[in-house]
């Protein structure tokens, strides 16, 4: 009887697991339509609440910058809140089917989000540890993040540059503690290594560079050229703000 009773539960587990589309399979959905950004616009002004009107988020560090976001972050971060491989209850209702219904419509808003420029204005910290963090970024995370904090959109890697500081630090300490399953064992074992002076000065050094995003991108690609991410922080750390 117990063995009828477990194979019944077992055969209920894995027809539910048919029926529900995995997460790889959500963002490949995604991925492979083309962006309507009509349908985008619509879609962000339930997002635009909590985010504001051009994405840029609140200084606070409660609500992150995500205007000219890569896009594949954005459906990888939408998917991993849908398939609870991401944490926050405000994030797992909008990203769920009632307002997401299709991969159609995590792409257009996606696709939306990701061409907006954002407020230009962002928090920092005290700028008393820029420099080290500057020197932690260098040998531990541009590897992947790359020289100028802007990511990857192949590999899903998110621009970090200009991201609100009490929001990067918010989140290195949620990896760490357990609270962002979406990050990797490898990812988590980088940031359990730094000293809290280390996460200060990373955060702040990566909150004073550019956000470079689309109006950036276009520039470099007509030739002009932008200060390093060492001289930018440079010139904004000469006088020190408070987060």
């Known amino acids: ?121 962002n928090s920092v910290g005290t700028g008393l540890l820029v420099g080290h963090g500057a020197t932690v970024y260098a040998s531990r995370c541009a590897r992947c993040h790359g020289a100028e904090g802007e990511g990857n959109a192949t590999s899903r890697i998110p621009r970090l540059a200009g991201q609100h500081y009490e929001y990067l630090l918010r989140q290195m300490y949620d990896a760490v503690d357990g609270r962002r399953p979406n990050f990797s064992p490898a990812h988590i074992r980088i940031l359990a290594k730094l000293e809290r002076d280390d996460l200060l000065g990373l955060a702040d050094f990566l909150a004073r560079s550019e956000w470079t995003g689309p109006i950036a991108m276009i520039t470099r690609t007509h030739g002009f050229r932008d200060p390093s991410p060492y001289e930018r922080v440079a010139q904004r750390s000469s006088h020190p703000s408070s987060p």
């Open 1 to 121: 009887m117990i063995r009828t009773f477990l194979l019944l539960c077992l055969g209920l587990a894995a027809a539910a697991a048919r029926g529900s589309p995995t997460a790889v399979q959500d963002f490949n959905a995604a991925l492979a339509k083309t962006p309507n950004l009509e349908h985008g616009s619509e879609l962000f002004r339930e997002c635009a609440a909590c985010h504001g009107p051009s994405g840029g988020g609140s200084k606070n560090g409660d609500v992150p910058r995500i205007a000219g976001q890569h896009l594949t972050v954005i459906v990888r971060q939408l998917v991993d809140y849908r398939h609870d491989l991401r944490w926050d209850i405000r994030m797992e209702h909008y990203a769920g089917r009632k307002l997401l219904d299709h991969p159609q419509s995590i792409v257009d808003i996606a696709g939306f989000i990701s061409q907006l420029t954002g407020d230009p204005s």
